[in-house]
């Protein structure tokens, strides 16, 4: 049964070019977190979904920044226009249910550096 | 807004011997608590955790404790091993208040010397 998988693990761009993060949860799992890890800071929640709502964005960036989690794939976390500051860690999880939040598996990260 | 501190970005402890990791937090409305554990390069996993109901939990050579009063939780890892080396993230969540977010800390990262 494989874990969370997130993709790519490591992802360059330039300043104003879009970035797409793809997780897939594990089987069985519905909800899906995505959080994010500034340098020398601890993990921020940004958004929580399931299968085809957003139910909480409170942490998400008002601008440039929108996830989705369609019916069928990956969930996908989109950076349009990025700027330095958004280079950081971004962590996915997931859980079979919600708000059980000892039974968040989370992925390897994706590690986005904005040149 | 720093809800949830760990003051201590390091700790050093010889292997076999007690490793104490603390976390104190601001939010009363807090009521589950949990540690993760995280190697480089991997995510976090969940390690432990606590209801606001309970003072200590137990598992294995992992306890936490929780002060309430204080605002203040503790994992205690005994007999401290190289493996155990890691950085420690204390999170917490108000289930309560219908909450969704983990609120982290900035983590210990704890290193078990030979």
């Known amino acids: 049964n494989a874990g969370v998988m997130q993709n790519p693990r490591h992802l360059v761009r330039r300043r104003g070019q879009e970035a797409r993060l793809r997780c897939s949860p594990m089987k069985g799992h519905s909800h899906v977190y995505w959080y994010r890890q500034l340098p020398e800071e601890g993990l921020k929640f940004m958004v929580y979904?399931?299968?085809?709502?957003?139910?909480?964005e409170s942490g998400m960036p008002k601008e440039r920044f929108s996830a989705e989690f369609p019916k069928e794939g990956p969930s996908i976390l989109r950076i349009q226009q990025v700027v330095r500051g958004d280079s950081a860690a971004y962590f996915c999880a997931s859980s079979e249910s919600a708000p059980t939040n000892e039974k968040l598996f989370f992925g390897s990260g994706t590690q986005l550096s904005v040149l | 807004d720093q809800q949830v501190k760990q003051n201590s970005p390091s700790l050093s402890v010889q292997e076999g011997r007690i490793s104490i990791l603390n976390c104190d937090y601001t939010?009363?409305?807090?009521?589950?608590f949990l540690w993760y554990k995280k190697y480089p390069a991997e995510g976090p996993t969940f390690l432990i955790s606590?209801?606001?109901?309970?003072d200590k939990n137990e598992d294995g050579r992992f306890t936490v404790f929780l002060n309430k009063s204080a605002k203040h939780l503790s994992l205690h890892i005994v007999p401290s091993q190289p493996g155990d080396s890691a950085v420690y993230f204390c999170?917490?969540?108000?289930?309560?208040?219908?909450?969704?977010?983990?609120?982290f800390g900035k983590g210990t990262s704890l290193l078990v010397t030979p």
């Open positions: 979904l399931q299968k085809e709502n957003i139910i909480d």
């Open positions: 939010n009363s409305m807090f009521d589950y």
């Open positions: 999170a917490a969540i108000s289930n309560s208040n219908s909450g969704y977010a983990l609120n």
């Open positions: 606590i209801s606001s109901i309970k």
